[in-house]
């Protein structure tokens, strides 16, 4: 080997693990986390849950036949390894940057992504369904799907294992890196485990299986009834197992940084020919100290620079319900796995009794919190934008048709540059907009927040507060708050009533400073236009009254801005509001908005120009 040549350079498939010696693979190891390391420090990204999947992933590319056999990782975010063995590692310093690699898996990057992902819980029903489909044609690939613990949380893995056949050709991957979910505990569960990870025992229980089934006429019975006794006598000795009370083939708890074990119950798994769950305890940011000891501070990280300054509009709304709170013993919060993100550790702290959190589990969050509420208490539930998508039903059902008074506080809403199109929250407005009895708040000040916040508390109806991961910016409130007036009106111009202006752009969200930026250009070409800034656009009428009032005659056509899906978004029903109402007739009218399309950033381009909301693409609609 060259002199400073590393292993890892030599990794251009998955083919390329199969030789390599035991020294080799552990020094591949350790240059994978300084590769690590080094790349998501400067890009961003998940880099604790990658440090601990290294052997992991290394042990499923050795006995596995990727793409052939298939890997689904939950969520994706601990693929950032496999990515790099199959081909991806020169494009790492494009790590969720526009036109580079998905911080998730994705179809369209590479044929060894074979699911895409970006949400919990769902890589065991696809990797069902990958199963079934090779079943049914005959093929003897396998599918590996690798689930964290946390995922367990979420109800869909537990649908799935439901449907768990075991005569399919899956072997479950359990990652415990954070709160244990088995058993078997206790030095006798630790020595067994080491035991069933042991190349010789595995041979003896593959030759002893054979041979009794090969017993004439009695060799199957008398197999199952030597399983049934030896299932019966570790009941006793360490309690029962889930897995196994389902049916499943278990094999662990592996150290699942010993990659040699793990392959060695991969191997086993693989030749019973039938599906498996293998269970491998692993340690979050495993070979670098600081995501070792705070895993927390290392699993989403942002680039260097690109910090958020504080206070941000998550933690914002957290110290106010925490405010509000101390007031009102009635005021409950909940959150789906994200209290740190939804700025709910304080409120967590203070009020430890009217705290929840649900795991991932965004559809009983909401139903729990319409339990709540129509038990005469006022429920808060903070879920991102994208993530609430999943409790869609429990909305409707749950919550609008019976009205009741629950506050959904809809984190990161908009366009979600850095994790791309699973986490853009630009569907909520459009989803919400056409539910019945719910109303939908938009504000974009610290203080008008928590104005919202208190005003959908006291509304008695389900309300949603939106806003962005964004904080508070000067130019906004410099532009409709010079009189120091925070309340709640629904919508605010920069300009007065008569001034001589020709066109007006209509926005919520944070895109309104695009909006402001499109003013100001267009003020040096002489073009005077005003913007009108929402900050409640559910109900609609009310809205469209409340925009009507603000328009000087001047006006000749209105633009209808939105960081938001066009179809059903604000702009479509605000449009459809106004000009029911006779208060556009005369006026040129158009919306911008992200069209029928996911939105995926293209290369050295902001996300707004690639969904063409950008402020020139604004100036080149109300110039034309």
């Known amino acids: 080997m060259e002199e400073n040549k590393r292993i890892l350079d030599g990794i251009a498939s998955p083919a390329d693990l199969k030789g390599l010696s035991e020294s080799e693979l552990k020094t591949l190891a350790a240059e994978i986390r300084e590769f690590l390391v080094e790349k998501v420090s400067k890009t961003g990204g998940h880099l604790a849950s990658n440090l601990g999947v290294v052997e992991l992933t290394l042990a499923i590319h050795r006995v596995m036949n990727a793409p052939e056999d ?31 690699i998905s911080g998730f898996t994705c179809r369209a990057e590479s044929e060894y992504d074979c699911f895409g992902a970006g949400h ?65 505990i206790g030095r006798f569960a630790s020595n067994m485990a080491k035991l069933r990870a042991n190349s010789g025992y595995l041979k003896t229980k593959r030759a002893t299986r054979n041979f009794v089934r090969r017993i004439p006429l009695i060799g199957n019975g008398l197999f199952s009834l030597m399983r049934d006794t030896k299932k019966l006598l570790k009941n006793i000795m360490y309690g029962s197992n889930y897995f196994e009370n389902l ?72 110290e106010e319900l925490t405010r509000l709170a101390q007031h009102d013993d009635s005021i409950c919060a909940i959150t789906a796995a994200m209290a740190d993100g939804t700025g709910l550790v304080g409120f967590s702290r203070a009020h430890p009794d009217r705290f929840y959190d649900v795991g991932i589990a965004e559809p009983h969050a909401l139903t729990f919190a319409a339990g709540l509420a129509a038990h ?56 919400l907009s056409g539910i019945p009895n719910l109303e939908i708040y938009t504000p974009l000040t610290n203080e008008t927040l928590k104005v919202s916040l208190a005003a959908a508390l006291a509304s008695g109806r389900p309300c949603a507060v939106r806003y ?31 001034e001589n202006v020709s066109a007006v752009i209509v926005t919520d969200g944070r895109i309104v400073i695009e909006a402001l930026e499109a003013k100001k250009r267009l003020a040096e070409q002489g073009e ?20 009507s009032e603000l328009l000087p005659e001047s006006v000749n056509k209105i633009v209808f801005l939105e960081e938001e899906q066009r179809a059903g978004g604000m702009g479509m029903l605000l449009c459809d509001e106004m000009s029911r109402e006779g208060m556009l007739d005369g006026m040129k009218t158009s919306i911008m908005a992200t069209d029928d399309d996911f939105v995926v950033r293209r290369e050295n381009e902001p996300i707004l120009k690639t969904a063409g909301i950008d402020a020139q693409s604004i100036v080149n609609e109300i110039m034309k």
Do not use: W
């Open 247 to 318: 049916g499943l083939h278990y094999l662990g708890p592996v150290d699942g940084h010993d990659r040699a074990a793990l392959e060695r119950l991969l191997t086993e798994a693989k030749q019973s020919g039938h599906g498996a769950v293998i269970h491998v305890k692993t340690v979050k940011g495993k070979g670098y100290q600081p995501a070792e000891t705070d895993p927390g501070r290392y699993h989403g990280m942002s680039p260097l620079g690109a910090e958020l300054q504080n206070p941000n509009f998550s933690s914002v709304v957290g």
């Open 468 to 498: 962005p991961n964004a904080c508070e910016d000067e130019r906004v409130v410099s532009a409709f708050y010079r009189d120091g007036d925070f309340s709640l009106r629904i919508a605010r111009a920069d300009f007065a009533k008569d």
């Open 120 to 184: 919990s819980s769902t890589s065991l029903s696809a990797a069902l369904g990958f199963a079934e489909a090779d079943r049914l044609k005959g093929s003897q690939a396998y599918t590996v799907a690798v689930v964290g613990d946390g995922a367990f949380t979420g109800g869909m893995i537990h649908e799935a294992l439901n449907n768990f056949d075991n005569r399919l050709r899956l072997i479950l991957i359990i990652n415990e890196n954070e709160m244990s979910i088995s058993k078997n």
């Open 528 to 547: 005077r236009i005003g913007v009108i800034l929402l900050e409640k656009v559910k109900p609609y009428r009310e809205a469209a009254m409340a925009v």
């Open 70 to 100: 298939h890997i689904i990782f939950d969520v994706g975010h601990q693929s950032y390894v496999h990515k790099i063995l199959t081909g991806r590692r020169d494009r790492f310093d494009t790590l969720r940057q526009g036109g580079g």
């Open 376 to 431: 005469s208490m006022k429920a808060a539930v903070c879920i991102y934008s994208t993530f609430l998508q999943r409790g869609y039903d429990n909305i409707i059902h749950d919550i609008a048709l019976q009205s009741l008074p629950v506050l959904i506080c809809v984190d990161r809403a908009g366009l979600n540059a850095s994790d791309g199109a699973t986490h853009h929250g630009i569907f909520d407005v459009a989803f």
